[in-house]
């Protein structure tokens, strides 16, 4: 079973626009895991723009009092304030971006040979927290090889080009290469035993629409973390609606 993870980023974002505590990232939070979500993701940025440390801070306490069994996501970049921040919230899992601080959301994926020391220190580092370790990739087949390498857990496959296809024909390309990545992490498996589990995550762009033939190509897909698109069809459905559509879209 694919396990959906909301991004409340864009939840943030709208609240933060004025002064007041409203729409409170929590209690959306319990409204998306009352519906069936199995987690939450949020990517704190070092000026707040969104997720603020506080939000983590709530969000730990909310899972780990009402939501037990269901997962907390932490996404960014490995400053030492932000593994300092994750450190302190044990999430279940850290997702590691090569994002610059100014950049408005993530697009594209980590050069690890260029950043391989820093990679495996603080993915050592994490599993020294018992946290999980997910990197964002791009999806190349050489990618998986790279992961192991380092030692991380999962990767998290960048799908924005795939999803930035608004046809089956304008996205075959890009499933194509996502399925050629996906082939050779089954070949290399975890820490290059073959079979032994490099898990598999997914996130950006990602909609009603495109993700059935995602699964598809994908059976074991581990996770995928969805944040705008889910937040623009609660617009119009609600939330609790929205994410029995995306469970429902995972479940092929």
Request: aromatic share 6%.
């Amino acid at each position: 079973m694919t396990k959906l993870s909301v991004n409340l980023n864009a939840v943030a974002q709208l609240r933060n626009r004025r002064n007041l505590p409203w729409p409170s990232v929590t209690g959306i939070a319990r409204v998306v895991l009352d519906a069936g979500a199995d987690g939450i993701t949020v990517h704190p940025r070092p000026d707040e723009r969104h997720i603020r440390r506080s939000d983590v801070d709530d969000l730990v306490a909310l899972l780990r009092v009402e939501y037990q069994g269901r997962e907390l996501n932490i996404e960014g970049y490995p400053s030492e304030g932000f593994l300092r921040l994750v450190e302190r919230a044990r999430p279940d899992q850290v997702t590691f971006v090569p994002d610059d601080p100014g950049q408005a959301t993530s697009d594209h994926g980590w050069d690890i040979p260029g950043n391989l020391e820093l990679l495996r220190a603080i993915t050592t580092r994490m599993h020294e927290a018992d946290i999980r370790v997910s990197l964002f990739i791009d999806a190349e087949p050489d990618m998986p090889a790279q992961v192991a390498a380092v030692g991380a857990d999962r990767f998290e496959l960048y799908t924005g080009p795939y999803g930035a296809g608004f046809t089956a024909e304008a996205r075959a390309p890009e499933l194509a290469r996502i399925a050629a990545a996906v082939e050779a992490a089954r070949r290399i498996g975890h820490n290059g035993a073959p079979g032994s589990g490099l898990g598999i995550n997914a996130g950006h762009d990602l909609t009603l629409d495109n993700l059935p033939a995602l699964k598809q190509v994908i059976p074991e897909l581990a996770e995928v973390s969805i944040g705008h698109a889910i937040t623009a069809d609660a617009l119009l459905v609600g939330f609790a609606d929205a994410v029995r559509r995306y469970k429902a879209a995972l479940d092929v």
